[in-house]
RNA sequence: GCGCCUGUAGCUCAACUGGCAGAGCGUCGGGCUUCGAACCCGAAGGUUGCAGGUUCGAAUCCUGCCGGGCGUGCCA
């Protein structure tokens, strides 16, 4: 395989520079110097430029012009004439020109991670794309990456879901014909929802009645008046404790009377769902009927969602499927010291031995009644994970809210030293103006909504000709630039009027611009030659050239830091040089020498776009 | 209380491991008889939350404040 122009020249300066100062990595600490054209070896800053004596001995390659001193750094321009021809014969003879060189690792990447019965919504959405563009990227630089979802089937979500859907008389789903954009998982997640908030609102009635008369209950003493409403909230134990006495008849007093009725109330609620959670413990036949066959209509859902998107995951693990080995390995964990019994639950307490953290504190791992929680799961996931595919790195791909509990999951698999390199990529949130988005309370943009809205959005703009095939292209493409718009770590707050918005640094702006490559190719007639002839080159084909030379240096800082940032911005620079390039320097000439150069010029475009549009998910159309 | 994230132009965000603070939107002005105007050009807009420290040089590293978000034992 043969070198992208930019490893040649990063190679180059190294050599350059090593002749004036030995033992340094030069090419490492070039930066781009946009306006100019040119590069400045921040190193050479430091060591105070470099003697005009020194850059006169220098040898410089065909691929740089000039080396010159400048404000103290080093200033390096490069000849943009050999960098033309060199791109040209670098994308005539390698099919794809960014694929790096092949690396031995394994990757597995958990990601999407949705729970059946519950609508797939935009938070749904941005993981996705990150956990895409992980797995993308990665296989760009030459490593075997498997693509692998884990899917919340089980637990009291799934339960509150059939129990609304249960008392709604267990409606069937509309049919296609009669919706044709139908998404099962939002149909089924709002008899979640009206039941989740049917459930939460007795209970918080009940807590605020609590809350009133609580100093008469004398079970408060550790709650001193004026402390936080919000402490006594989270304090199960003591509402437990009222909502018995209550209930029991205990509170006979007119002080009561508002606090019993909520009670009654709530205990309702609680019976309903402890009815169900009863007959999901013994296996009963008609729920588990249901349950399949509520969850099948939405593993339905995800799919279809999967394919608009087109991602694809090797391996599809359910939260079902680790129930029993969660358990196994808790009590594994209790023998060796690493965990230990409380009750009926068991806990790590990262305290003792041999964890030995302060701050870490203490992560449950079976509850009381012998049920493993989500943490036991993962154990058992990471160990099922790691004898199937024996990856070197395994990453998480979980919103950033969890960063405190990965770590602690991961200080407990530390403790066994066969397992991979565990990364938790964690990203932020997607929340509405409103604040933050809750399936619960029903407070959410479904991915069906978001994907219906932003389709009829792009119809309006799009021309006449266009076809279905495309039309989702330039959606998906602007639904996914939205999300790659910040780095990881910055929520985003979701607005319509930026989904519905398609100029400026959209995912259309890129598009655009790899259409326009296209349709102008197409038009002139002529086929791509990538041969080298024109001599002089204006100011735009050398802004246009430069940015197609810096993009492998962008992409590789996108893959080290695991950040679509570097690329991205790299590739709306490469956009706008070229939409430059496009109203300045006509194409279409009666100059066939220049029509031939420029048509090249359009054409690395479109390669270098395509390609590394790809790696975000993102295709280009043939018309738009 | 403790821990993590965050603060850059009116708004949304960049800034390549310390090196000339840049884009998009919005505002104002200009450009379609010309390869697709989902575009292009020009202008205005900054004490990088505050105060110190390290450095020839700090948005970036260190310390202390202030503001915002999130997490912190049986939901995932």
Redesign the pocket.
Known sequence: MNKHPWDIFTMNVNDMLSEIKPGEKHA?????????L?F?C??S??W?GSKESDLKKIRKTKLIKSVTN????L?IEPNYEELAESIFNFYSTNKNVFDQERDEQKWIVEYS?P?THKAFHIGHFRNVVTGDFIVRIARKFGINVIPANYI?D????VLKALLGWELAGKPKPPTLEQEPNLDLSRWLGEYYSQWAQRESGSRENFIKEAWSVKDLLNQDSDFEIGEKFKKFK?N?FLISKILKKSTDGRLHSENFKNLNKSAINWKKDLDLQNEIAERWKNKDPELVKDWKKTKKWCMDAFEKIYRLLDVDFEKIYY?SDVEEDAIRISNKLVNKNLAEK????V?V?FKKEPYNS??L????L????G?????A?DLALAELKQNQYKTNKSFYV????????F?QIFKILEQDKKLSELIHI?Y??V?LPE??MSSRSGNIVAFSELWEEAKKF?KS???Q??SKKDLEK?TTG?LKHLMF???F?????F?W??VL??????G??L???A??C???I???GIQPNLKFEKTKMNKDEKTLIFNIF?IQ??LK?SF??I?P??LL?SL??L??AF???????????KDPELEKF?INLAYCTLKTLEETLKIFGISV????
């Open positions: 490492a600490s070039l930066r781009r110097e946009d306006k100019s040119t400045v921040t190193n800053i430091r105070g400048e404000n103290k750094s200033k991670q729970n919340g089980i637990g009291t979500h989270k199960k939260e409380e009750g009926g639950s806990l307490d302060n701050k504190d203490v992560l449950p079976l509850r009381s009644d049920l493993p929680l989500y943490s799961k979980v919103g950033a809210p969890q960063s405190f509990y770590k964690g932020e949130m929340d604040g933050k792009t703009k799009s021309s000709k266009i330039v602007a718009s910040r780095d770590n910055k929520r985003i707050s607005k009027e930026e918005s398609n100029e400026g640094k959209t259309s702006y598009q655009y611009a259409v326009r296209k349709r102008v197409e038009k002139s810096t240096n962008e800082r080290e830091t950040s940032t570097p911005e709306h620079r956009s706008k939409s430059n390039f496009y109203h300045s320097s006509p194409i279409i000439n420029r159309p043939s018309r738009m």
